[in-house]
């Protein structure tokens, strides 16, 4: 029996559910309805005009119905009386294969059928600005190495407890928060879960950062590099795989402390590096982050090459311990449903042909990367990435239609920002 939201709603004194769904560009969209509409909206769904959002659709299209999980019910903290809900996206009686939840649960169900659960935690960094986004919001936020700052923590003593406080009150478990590398720039931590939950929690999080944010008269922002000087805001992603209660990624007798099946997911993920790019990052500005030039702090912290280690973190891919591997490709920007489906749309593939992830390079990779011959990098913009995915055999094949549905859509993207004459050309050009 499903779970009745009519019932729970009486129960728990929700007047309001939030039916919530995240398009391919990462946008959560939803409709606000009554309690007492929400028993006909668990069955039908509610309706949107699918074409008013970023997803492959056309304005003579049906309606879109975004179908709510029950499972993911989230009564909001700090207003009680509202209910969010993850809802599954569905026309014409079937699901819509891009959906970026659906694609998720696709790949989720292949990795089922080899009796296998991705496991995901998510370090969602972000920056603290003012409301027009032009610059960090505390004045005072200053130092060159501000990572761990104590005295900038705890002037957000507020709204940092307020956002850890309503974790706590959900039951996430969250362990810690800090000032990261950035001025203005904070990362709050929660335990890993089950993919899908982390997925939808991570979609839930960036709401709940934004909105509370809001209610301290700053404004929260994900952006992959909102500052060119300061570090970007990564989204790290930690994966293992499980078998009921076992780990599969453990082998404390191996090297690396990973098993055969870890070692062939991360050769799948760097075998698909490039394509998995265009999905981990996905706006024009996400480039300015992987690639760039030592910011003010000292390092980005962010990947250059398609290449794995241990306890270092100047790779793509870091084994900490032998439990997980660390993803740090990924940025604020990235989708919280598409992240993880391709990922393991990308390990999944190297479980079957069991991929070779080379050799783990123990060096600093922004100092010493000269000295290795032979290592892929990563695409230098967006179009490359798009171009990469385009070419993905393995992606292609393993994510179906989201593939030509995104691809479309972000090439319209990219030819929206080429089309834009920058204050820099016009420096640069205006006298040749
Ligand atoms: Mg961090």
Not at 129 to 136: H, K, M, R, T, Y
Not at 377 to 387: G, I, Q, S, Y
Request: one cysteine or more; a negative charge; hydrophobic letters at 40%.
């Amino acid at each position: 029996m499903p779970l009745d939201l009519a019932a729970i709603a009486k129960e728990k004194g929700i007047k309001y559910f939030l039916i919530s769904y995240t398009d391919l560009f990462g946008n959560q969209r939803a409709k606000l309805a009554p309690a007492s509409a929400i028993g006909g909206m668990q069955k039908a769904g509610a309706g949107f005009a699918g074409f008013a959002t970023w997803l492959d659709m056309s304005p003579a299209d049906p309606d879109l119905f975004g179908r709510p999980d029950p499972e993911s019910l989230i009564q909001l903290p700090w207003k009680p009386e509202v209910g969010w809900l993850a809802a599954d996206l569905w026309m014409d009686g079937k699901l819509v294969e891009h959906g970026p939840r659906n694609v998720l649960k696709a790949q989720l169900a292949r990795a089922a059928a080899l009796g296998l659960q991705m496991k995901t935690g998510v370090e969602c960094e972000f920056f603290l600005v003012a409301p027009d986004g032009s610059a960090i919001a505390d004045g005072a936020d200053t130092q060159s190495k501000p990572c761990y700052d104590q005295q900038a923590l705890m002037r957000r003593y507020d709204v940092i407890t307020e956002i850890c406080d309503c974790m706590l009150a959900l039951g996430w478990a969250p362990y810690q928060n800090d000032h990261e590398d950035a001025n203005g720039q904070f990362e709050m931590n929660w335990l890993y879960d089950d993919a899908l939950v982390t997925a939808d929690r991570q979609a839930f999080f960036k709401y709940m950062v934004k909105s509370l944010a809001e209610k301290h008269g700053l404004r929260a922002t994900f952006m992959p590099k909102p500052f060119v000087h300061l570090t970007g805001n990564g989204c790290h992603m930690h994966v293992s795989m499980w078998k009921g209660a076992a780990n599969v990624f453990e082998d404390a007798g191996s090297e690396s402390g990973l098993s055969q099946l870890g070692l062939n997911f991360i050769g799948g993920v760097i075998h698909s590096a490039d394509g998995l790019a265009a999905i981990l990052n996905p706006t024009v500005n996400s480039y300015k982050r992987i690639n760039a030039p030592r910011t003010n702090s000292g390092a980005t912290w962010a990947p250059n090459t398609v290449t794995w280690t241990g306890n270092n973190r100047t790779h793509m891919i870091r084994v900490p311990e032998g439990d997980r591997f660390e993803l740090r490709l990924a940025d604020g920007a990235v989708n919280p449903y598409l992240m993880p489906a391709a990922v393991l749309a990308a390990g999944l593939d190297g479980l079957e042909n069991k991929r070779d992830p080379g050799p783990r390079l123990d060096i600093n990779m922004y100092i010493e990367g000269h000295t290795v011959s032979g290592v892929k990098t990563l695409p230098l913009n967006l179009l490359d990435a798009l171009r990469a995915l385009d070419g993905s055999v393995v992606l292609k094949q393993a994510l179906g239609a989201l593939v030509p549905a995104y691809l479309k859509l972000k090439q319209g993207e990219w030819n929206d920002f080429s089309s834009h004459l920058t204050q820099w050309e016009r420096q640069t050009s205006l006298d040749c």
